[in-house]
């Protein structure tokens, strides 16, 4: 358990193991927490942070009527008045029969004793909008059956502590039970557009091919122009195109997901009205789309993250999201100081602080005499090497080139990356001819040149072991930081 705490990222971790429980409870440093009672059913502590301080009760009933008596004496036992209250988990009983479609009745004793154990904590219910279940037994046909067992509970003081506080059941995904996400709604703060990325996801649809082949076959509005410049015209023409088909073709994959996942409770719900072949089919069919859904969503995130030592195809969304959230959080400026001890504490002040300070550095100049370095660069190359070096790349260098690259490294400016080239199919064999014969000289597209300037250094790289860049296995951070020692 402690293993796994240090890979999620939590300083700390419970369980209720030795009292034959199934609970494992992570938190993170922020909060002090004081446990103020154990049980095989539950766990109950006091989480502070700040000036705040709310009693959790993390509960896992068992499925016998008799042992869940002991849980409600010992939740009513733990009765604080003047601190604010949550109690939520997996109870095993419903409240009343409405909660559940399919399967056999429960006992109506075992309702009462759950609806009077409420009663007597004071507690409220904290009602999900998503879904009226929380369970499936994942049986197929009539033997399917729903419950709500898995729900959350505030008192009147921690409802009035967290006015926005609301409760989200999350989709089914590797357990038979939604996973409970309580959240307190914070405004999102963003500022300025998003960039053009290309998505390697996009490739999975089966209109994106259309689409390129529309935008990068159209070419009469540049027949004046050759090169990187006629390049750099079809990836703009295509970038403007691939932004329309996103937005009314392939639509927000967020979006699309939850829809789908909406579209298999409203067939779940017909189902718990009564078996139907054909809506049974379709729910069948929607769960498969789902799926492709999520899917593409994984390799979005896949790609954003950066984690390419993971492999596709394995349930990585949540890390994908944790890698996410930290890199985004380490890429926020909240506040900066400036040198006269200026405070600028919002995003607006940074931009235009930032847009007036490169605006002088580039504009003002610069006073000082360049020193002649020189003396200090050995003539490494000849003459021979240097022609070797300045001759056009063949072909297959420059895929090899191209090809190299992995393809969820960052993209250039222009937010096509080696995944454009590698994943669309733009270059066929006959484009490769014609793109190595593009000129080194132009510098309208400098973000594309790269894999062509990299085929002609991957061909004398073995001459340069002398340059410490060069050499396999080394990082050119040795150098720098051997550089620093140095000076």
């Known amino acids: 358990m402690r293993m796994l705490a240090r890979k999620l990222k939590f300083a700390?971790?419970?369980?209720?193991?030795?009292?034959?429980?199934?609970?494992?409870?992570?938190?993170?440093?922020?909060?002090?927490?004081?446990?103020?009672?154990?049980?095989?059913?539950?766990?109950?502590?006091?989480?502070?942070k700040g000036s705040s301080t709310v009693i959790i009760s993390f509960v896992y009933a068992k499925c016998s009527a008799l042992e869940r008596r002991l849980l409600w004496q010992e939740l009513e036992s733990i009765m604080v008045s003047n601190l604010p209250r949550i109690v939520a988990g997996n109870f095993n009983i419903i409240r009343n029969d409405s909660e559940r479609k399919g399967g056999r009745p429960r006992p109506m004793v075992a309702m009462d004793d759950f609806n009077y154990c409420i009663d007597r904590c004071g507690l409220i219910e904290l009602n999900a909008e998503e879904r009226k279940f929380t369970w499936c037994n994942g049986q197929d046909g009539a033997t399917r059956s729903w419950a709500r067992l898995d729900r959350t509970f505030t008192n009147s003081m921690a409802a009035s502590l967290f006015p926005n506080m609301g409760l989200r059941l999350l989709a089914k995904e590797t357990s038979d039970h939604c996973p409970l996400l309580i959240h307190f709604k914070q405004p999102r703060v963003s500022y300025g557009p998003s960039p053009f990325?290309?998505?390697?996801?996009?490739?999975?649809?089966?209109?994106?091919?259309?689409?390129?082949?529309?935008?990068?076959?159209?070419?009469?509005?540049?027949?004046?122009?050759?090169?990187?410049?006629?390049?750099?015209?079809?990836?703009?023409?295509?970038?403007l195109a691939l932004k329309v088909w996103n937005k009314k073709v392939f639509g927000r994959v967020d979006h699309i997901i939850l829809e789908l996942q909406e579209?298999?409770?409203?067939?779940?719900?017909s189902l718990q009205e009564g078996f139907s072949y054909d809506v049974e089919q379709d729910f069948l069919v929607t769960n498969i789309e789902l799926a492709e859904w999520q899917k593409r969503e994984e390799i979005r995130l896949s790609q954003v993250a950066k984690k390419r030592w993971l492999r596709e195809g394995d349930n990585n969304t949540k890390f994908f999201h944790a890698v996410i959230a930290q890199h985004r959080k380490n890429r926020r400026l909240d506040q900066m100081m400036l040198e006269n001890r200026t405070q600028l504490s919002s995003p607006q002040q940074i931009h235009m602080e930032a847009v007036r300070y490169f605006r002088n550095f580039l504009t003002e100049e610069h006073v000082g005499a360049v020193p002649n370095l020189?003396?200090?660069?050995?003539?490494?190359?000849?003459?021979?090497?240097?022609?070797?070096?300045?001759?056009?790349?063949?072909?297959?260098?420059?895929?090899?080139?191209?090809?190299?690259?992995?393809?969820?490294?960052?993209?250039?400016?222009?937010?096509?990356?080696?995944?454009?080239?590698?994943?669309?199919?733009?270059?066929?064999?006959?484009?490769?001819?014609?793109?190595?014969?593009?000129?080194?000289?132009?510098?309208?597209?400098?973000?594309?040149?790269?894999?062509?300037?990299?085929?002609?250094?991957?061909?004398?790289?073995?001459?340069?072991?002398?340059?410490?860049?060069?050499?396999a296995g080394r990082n050119i951070v040795e150098n720098i930081i051997l550089t620093q020692e140095l000076v």
């Open 12 to 48: 700390n971790c419970v369980s209720n193991e030795q009292e034959g429980g199934k609970i494992w409870i992570f938190w993170r440093e922020e909060f002090v927490v004081d446990w103020v009672g154990a049980s095989n059913q539950a766990i109950h502590g006091i989480f502070s």
């Open 197 to 239: 990325r290309f998505q390697r996801m996009w490739c999975e649809h089966e209109t994106f091919m259309s689409c390129l082949k529309e935008a990068w076959v159209d070419c009469n509005q540049d027949v004046a122009l050759g090169g990187l410049q006629k390049l750099a015209g079809k990836l703009k023409r295509t970038k």
């Open 263 to 269: 579209r298999v409770e409203i067939l779940e719900e």
């Open 374 to 471: 020189s003396s200090l660069i050995d003539d490494t190359l000849t003459d021979e090497e240097g022609q070797y070096l300045c001759a056009m790349p063949i072909e297959n260098e420059v895929k090899e080139a191209v090809f190299v690259i992995p393809m969820d490294s960052s993209p250039g400016p222009d937010g096509f990356g080696s995944s454009f080239l590698s994943n669309a199919g733009i270059l066929s064999k006959r484009k490769w001819s014609k793109l190595h014969r593009i000129s080194l000289e132009e510098e309208s597209l400098i973000g594309f040149t790269h894999p062509l300037i990299l085929s002609s250094f991957r061909r004398w790289r073995n001459r340069m072991v002398e340059q410490g860049v060069f050499v």
